[in-house]
């Protein structure tokens, strides 16, 4: 695991993964209808290198 992996997170660093997400890949959480589908579309256009590179916290979806 990578040091960012290790780090306990907060709200606020769940606020700034998704503005990273939507400036990076274009997918904006708010307009998605549920949290299923925002995570579907945004783990589709990951490849195997940025999967693997995932927070703690999702590798369940792996």
């Given amino acids: ?3 960012t992996q290790q780090k ?3 709200l606020a660093s769940f606020t700034s993964m998704f ?3 939507r400036n990076n890949y274009g997918i ?3 307009k998605y209808d549920s949290f299923e ?3 579907i579309a945004f783990f589709s ?4 290198e940025e999967l693997d590179s995932l927070p ?3 590798v369940f979806f792996e």
């Fill in 56 to 58: 703690q916290e999702l």
């Fill in 1 to 3: 695991m990578n040091e």
């Fill in 19 to 21: 503005e990273e997400i």
């Fill in 37 to 39: 589908n925002f995570m």
């Fill in 28 to 30: 904006d959480i708010l």
């Fill in 8 to 10: 306990p997170r907060s």
């Fill in 45 to 48: 256009l990951l490849n195997k």
